[in-house]
């Protein structure tokens, strides 16, 4: 059998994000349960190795399910997937009474610092009219193949159209050049409280010819 040279061998696509139904649920959850595994705030909600993947997939199909898939914008990729808040829709994206009492289960003897944290983190966010980056996330397997750049992209695209600015925040140190790379600058830091990791809150004013 004939080896295919480097020079024909076909380009791998770019991710093309589509937009994310109730039906993906599941696999968003599998999906970003994967991409937040080694992440310090996820790693303090779940703290035991063993279960935090399953407590993950579970946590992140219910608010995509309950919150951000109703109120929301969210897109995926083969390999990542991305929750937005667009502006005006702050107040209705937040989890109600039948999704709180479903994360404090899912969330254990860890839910009262889940609400403390809830509660630090919204207390530093911005009062100017935005659109909120709530997660974002890929596999780490797919690392390098521009999944989760394409989901960013697609995001500030829709921000800059509307000529409003974008607000994360960031729980991992090592995500913010990233983050840096496509115009976001941070504001301050937030520290959890009950010892908990430190969040990194960044904004990305709009701009006229995308990121």
């Not at 309950?66 to 929750?83: L, P």
């Not at 009262?112 to 509660?119: D, G, H, N, Q, V």
């Amino acid at each position: 059998m004939a080896r295919m040279s480097m020079t024909n061998a076909p380009k791998t696509a770019r991710p093309a994000p589509r937009p994310s139904t109730a039906d993906d649920a599941t696999t968003i959850g599998r999906t970003l349960a994967l991409a937040f595994h080694d992440d310090p705030m996820m790693r303090w909600f779940f703290p035991d190795e063993a279960t935090r993947e399953a407590g993950l997939g579970r946590y992140f199909a219910t608010i995509f399910t309950r919150q951000y898939g109703r109120h929301g914008v969210c897109e995926q990729t083969a390999a990542a997937a991305a929750f937005w808040v667009p502006a005006g829709a702050q107040d209705k994206a937040v989890p109600d009474a039948e999704t709180v009492e479903e994360l404090a289960e899912i969330l254990g003897d860890r839910a009262p610092l889940f609400r403390e944290a809830t509660a630090a983190a919204a207390g530093h966010g911005p009062q100017e009219p935005h659109w909120y980056l709530a997660v974002l996330g890929a596999d780490p397997a797919a690392q390098g193949q521009g999944h989760g750049a394409a989901l960013l992209r697609s995001g500030l695209a829709q921000a800059d159209e509307a000529g409003l600015p974008v607000y994360l925040e960031s729980s991992k140190a090592d995500n913010l050049p990233f983050y840096e790379h496509f115009g976001f600058t941070v504001l301050g830091e937030v520290q959890l409280p009950g010892g908990g990791p430190t969040l990194w809150a960044m904004r990305r004013g709009p701009r006229q010819d995308g990121a």
